[in-house]
């Protein structure tokens, strides 16, 4: 067994590591609004995305495809590895800093912060175009569609059901908010999980192991495990400050918020082939149900606090696996 196939397995456990953070650190995405409105138990909650990130882990490889191939140029050789090893950790350090804190940062933006800052160390390419197409303009448009679209269909849900029982509706809404949890998260799974495959399938084509950027069947059911074991084992720091910090939602809001942001997910992994932040969308679909009371009913301190914490991520996460492949390489070399 040379080196640098030893290298490649720390790689992919260090992957799977990742999709692990990735899953207790964006679990709440899925099952905060369900919890606060008492439509679940948390660990049912966790049960249920756990279940449904592994089903949605499994439906496509699209936007796998996108962060592997479309973010940097596939490096070559043991050099390559480094890259990619150096990326993981850049984005495992972010993650465990901002879930630390209880910010719900994006995981997707933590690793493509980190493949950009391990190229750019590396003196590598970077296809600057793919990632202001493909990373920059989605992360300022979903929110925006999240927020906009989250008013305007819980508008129309206090429209429809503006003269009906206010016990027996709330009841009902619990009932729905089951269905669009488990909506929630197969759109987590269609979209996380795929980052970590094509980090994998990147490591494997740099090291020789497969010949073209085809995701392996293996490496999908590694990472759709790894993401669901980290799911279950919980996020109840993120937890509370997407469920009730940022606005305590009704059953009917917690609905709407949901299902705004599935359908996003589901849309932008399935149509559109890009890796979207499952945080950025989450977040701003609860803003704007929540706007459909008044403004000020949005905590808009810590509002900003989470939008800080999306500013910086990409270049935070950049410098520190920069920071990363310099220790490596010096230590390597």
Known sequence: MDAAFVALIVIVLVALA????????????????????????PRVALALAAVMNLVGALLSTEVAKTVGAGIIDPPQGSGGLEIVFAALIGAIAWNLITWWFGLPSSSSHALIGGLVGAAVAASHTVQWTGVFEKVIVPMVVSPLVGFGLGYLFMLAILWTFRGANVSRANRGFRYAQIVSSATMALGHGLQDAQKTMGVITLALFTAGEIDDFTVPLWVVLAAALALSAGTYAGGFRIMRTLGRRIIQLTPAGGFAAQTVASSVMVTTATVFAVPVSTTHITTTSIMGVGSTRRLSAVRWGVAGNIVMAWVVTLPAAAAVAAAIYFLTHVTIG
């Open 18 to 41: 990742f999709d692990y953070t990735n899953g207790f650190h964006d679990a709440a995405n899925a099952i905060a609004v369900a919890v606060s409105t008492k439509a679940l138990t």
